[in-house]
């Protein structure tokens, strides 16, 4: 059976590392898809260094258009990023009838629904395995492994980046700035780390997944998006003293009311396994009514950890590419006709439990002032955490845990906390969720 | 369109839970799958609890035969176990055209050549997801989602049970009778834990893994297999002391000499992910050369997370069931034609790490005699503990790790040690795996 054609847009990091690894593996793969895959056509503006990648054997042109309208061609590899000529030249290739693979999750986050639904139209596929944590086949696990499940809830370590940072905050006791500069040098942060470290990437995959696993619409624009730039250290240390680890989680939780879809930095036990992902590593925990939890682990970026994704859309769309649409996984796990348009609720309609740091002035009476604010909200308390002043000072800090309570709920109760005469700053309000 | 009609073989924990998550998730599923899945038939020897679990709507009969030879099923699930009446079933069922599910590691990992062979002839699926891992979706991770790597080795935690007795084990310092009595009340055991506690359930598993990650044949008859039977307390303290935990891993490994394929009692260090996965919990490590390291945990028996798989594998085939064959992903992941007969070594050509702990007699001299057999078969030491002797005792205990060497190596140097008059007794052998 002759080789299936692919067309390769972008050769940046991911670019290179697919076309490497598609060669290096050539035959493996081939064992195993039945037919090879070939990269026959490459468009990068920067058409020397494409060139000096790829060698003669496949062509390199810096108009993508060439490649979308190559007649030759089956599948294109999307690598381009962000939402301009991205979008533009993946609904030009559906249009002309050719299988996508993107690891896009900006452009699907925010896209997808118009993008699937041309895909539908013209009876082709847009495989997305990449898009989401790098090269833990997390999409095929929510979209085919677990579709027995009704699934609960979602809770990711999706932005290597951010995990890094909070990792080495937490190892060296540093505080966010040193750290960010030394990941940016280290190359785990980008020059603008702003998508990473505002929380957007991470929304973006959550975004992904709370879709397929609930068939509900892309709804980017739901989302609530918090990243850890405010985080500081003497809150990982307190977490810490307290038994919990602090990450910045991407959760999608379903709940009679509708949908949580939020990404936020996070207590969680210590010893939950996840809570002992560390570094630059992914992981992803998924609750299903009948399995319970299951966990998925490994790379969450890097040139051959996407590449390696990338590939593994290649050999599921070889396989498919002429069968009868019916055939195939729906694009978000669910069928066209059958999504759902539950909800997603505000970030003041959530429900969660609460870790609250107060400066308090070292008084008789603080705490009773607090805790019956608390208890008139109905709100209670699951640990607490009092620091003796320092030799000579006359402020302390309360920590506070609460159990599961509406964000609203806390929020009142923050605000009157705050107009306490002995609380002497802002409250820190950072969200815990137990994971069980 | 009609729902698929499946008939199911053996309704005992996997089949009940089957049967209710499939009628309790029925529209979520037929959300996904674009069609219904109905269990239209099922055949047990306990006919009056049979028709108990499963209503009115369904028929029940005592001979697998009616359901095999029933025109109207499209999919038949086996969950009688053994290689008995079940495999003359599946065969059956295969020859009459019919797709099959089966969670019957047992069977496949003794008979799956045979029985793949048949279903590849006869153009139909056989799934068996639930086989490896329970609700894990290892399988399908394995078959499709790295299917761009050259998978360098897996190392799983396989086997609940024994999982579960080496937590307790090493939590309460218990030695093994005792925790093995504790878990069969739990249910953690059954009344003849065998297949359990020698390893033999997790052979079976690793037989299927090593053979959709290398391509091979299975063949179980050629795995090494040593179960926990043997294991001291004392072991699983020195090992802590050191760093490490005792697991029980199924492991498959790729070398240029060949396959290893064994089971066995493996110290790995505490820091490891895998090394935190406690109780009766399920995880497997792979290895791929483009991915890195992915890790895939959840529970490894049960009804319902059994049942996860079991359903999962239905949606896969209700998907597929009239496709062409060549839009399938083939039965070993590989294509049959593909297929390598790379040799499996047999355990005293295998290499890896040692744990030594050898009784001696607390006299100058003895450590000297050791170290110099050691050196003369080429071991090199990574670490050594050596103990106190008790007040009055004269007697004391030498731990070694050592660095990788053949496995006949350690064996020749364990020989010469025992005939040593300074060494009091047998010296105790566990593998070691860094797992990095």
Redesign the interface.
């Known amino acids: 059976m002759k080789s299936i054609k692919v067309g390769l847009l972008g050769i940046g990091t991911v670019g290179a590392?697919t076309f490497n690894?598609?060669k290096?593996?050539q035959e493996?793969?081939?064992?195993?898809?039945?037919r090879g895959i070939e990269i026959v056509m490459v468009a990068d503006l920067d058409v020397a260094r494409a060139k000096e990648l790829v060698g003669a054997q496949c062509e390199v042109v810096k108009d993508g258009n060439l490649v979308v309208n190559n007649p030759d061609i089956d599948i294109v590899i999307e690598l381009i990023g962000g939402y301009g000529i991205a979008k533009d030249l993946v609904l030009k290739a559906i249009a002309n009838g050719k299988h996508v693979v993107t690891a896009n999750k900006a452009l699907l986050a925010i896209h997808g629904d118009e993008i699937f639904k041309a895909a539908q139209d013209k009876g082709v596929m847009v495989a997305y395995?990449a898009a989401v944590a790098g090269?833990?086949?997390i999409i095929?696990?929510l979209r085919?492994?677990?579709?027995?499940?009704?699934i609960e809830w979602i809770a990711g370590i999706i932005n290597g980046t951010t995990n890094f940072i909070l990792s080495e905050m937490r190892d060296k006791g540093l505080d966010f700035d040193t750290v960010l500069k030394e990941a940016q040098r280290l190359g785990y942060a980008e020059a603008d780390p702003t998508f990473d470290i505002e929380g957007v990437d991470a929304a973006h995959k959550a975004t992904l997944m709370a879709a397929i696993a609930f068939?509900i619409p892309v709804q980017f624009d739901k989302a609530h998006v918090e990243g850890i730039t405010k985080l500081e250290a003497v809150d990982i240390r307190y977490a810490e003293q307290l038994g919990y680890r602090i990450k910045l989680l991407g959760i999608a939780k379903r709940t009679p009311q509708g949908i949580e879809l939020r990404v936020h930095p996070t207590l969680i036990p210590t010893k939950r396994?996840i809570a002992?992902?560390e570094g630059a590593m992914n992981a992803v925990l998924v609750q299903?009514?009948?399995?319970?939890?299951?966990?998925?682990?490994?790379?969450g970026a890097g040139a051959?950890?996407t590449?390696?994704?990338?590939?593994?859309d290649l050999?599921?769309i070889t396989?498919?590419a002429d069968?009868?649409p019916?055939?195939?996984?729906?694009h978000l796990?669910?069928?066209p006709h059958?999504m759902t348009d539950t909800p997603i609720l505000p970030i003041s309609e959530v429900t969660t439990s609460y870790y609250l740091r107060m400066p308090v002035a070292d008084e008789v009476g603080v705490l009773a002032k607090v805790t019956s604010i608390l208890a008139e909200s109905t709100i209670s308390i699951d640990a607490m955490l009092q620091k003796e002043p320092a030799p000579g000072e006359t402020q302390t800090d309360i920590i506070m845990l609460t159990h599961q309570t509406q964000e609203k709920n806390v929020e009142a109760a923050i605000k009157k906390i705050e107009a306490l005469s002995t609380v002497l700053g802002k409250v820190t309000k950072i969200r815990l969720e137990h994971l069980s």
Chains 1, 2 share one sequence.
């Open positions: 590392g690894v598609l290096r593996n493996e793969i081939s064992r195993r898809a039945g395995e090269g833990i086949p095929k696990a085919e492994g677990l579709t027995a499940n009704r068939g396994l002992n992902v299903g009514d009948a399995v319970g939890a299951t966990l998925y682990y490994g790379k051959e950890p590449a390696s994704a990338v590939i593994a050999v599921d396989r498919l069968a009868d019916a055939h195939r996984v729906p796990a669910f069928q059958a």
